[in-house]
């Protein structure tokens, strides 16, 4: 089974802070995407990847950048983070058929 | 734009009874259909995936159908428990081509199972 593993379970940052959030997958997968997922909204797409070095905007990425210098990681870069960032960040990638998700990232900037 | 409907939003039964979520999509051009259970404060975890050409998916004691023109998915659930207990999300990913790595997502079912 694919596993996608994200760096951290909680993290707490403060406002203005530059904030990595990392993720790795193990089954060369070619493509990963960054979430959010907040309260009655639902999950929302920030960016994607389709390869080493490429990425695409997803519906949400104001505020945020992504980097993905190896095929097996996809980090999501919280240049300077702020309140309304907080929410929780799920990774997740995927090949021909399904995705598969990461545990999450509860982000709480303060 | 796909749009993705869930309802109910929530659901509460007593244990031991099968049960029927359901999933509706505005656009029937569809490359797959998958089915993720989501407990609380965790990620999500890949339940059935059904694509286009299917019409339905079994695991264990979990039966997703696909109706593709009417635009309708239903997760079956035989004889519930405690553990069942859950956010059910479906997610639609479109056909090949600009976008098609993006799920659309609906809001999700939050089930509870009572003992």
């Known amino acids: 089974d694919v596993k996608v593993t994200q760096s951290s379970r909680y993290l707490v940052k403060r406002t203005g802070e530059k904030v990595f959030l990392e993720c790795v997958q193990d089954m060369d997968h070619e493509n990963m995407f960054w979430y959010r997922q907040d309260p009655g909204l639902g999950l929302r797409l920030i960016y994607f990847s389709y390869d080493v070095k490429m990425k695409e905007k997803g519906d949400i990425p104001e505020g945020y950048s992504v980097s993905r210098e190896k095929k097996e990681r996809f980090s999501l870069i919280l240049e300077s983070a702020s309140t309304n960032q907080t929410s929780m960040y799920l990774c997740?990638?995927?090949?021909?058929?399904?995705?598969?998700f990461g545990s999450g990232t509860r982000l709480t900037v303060v | 734009k796909q749009e993705v409907t869930q309802i109910p939003a929530a659901l509460s039964v007593p244990e031991g009874e099968n049960l029927v979520l359901n999933c509706s999509f505005t656009d029937s051009a569809i490359y797959n259909l998958q089915w993720f259970r989501q407990d609380p404060g965790k990620g999500l975890t890949s339940l059935l995936l059904i694509q286009s050409s299917q019409r339905e998916q079994t695991s264990g004691r979990l039966n997703a159908s696909l109706d593709k023109s009417s635009g309708r998915s239903t997760l079956y659930i035989a004889a519930s428990q405690p553990g069942d207990s859950a956010t059910y999300l479906c997610a639609v990913r479109p056909p090949s081509g600009a976008g098609s790595y993006q799920l659309t997502f609906g809001k999700g079912t939050k089930l509870s199972v009572i003992p």
């Open positions: 997740a990638s995927s090949f021909k058929g399904g995705y598969t």
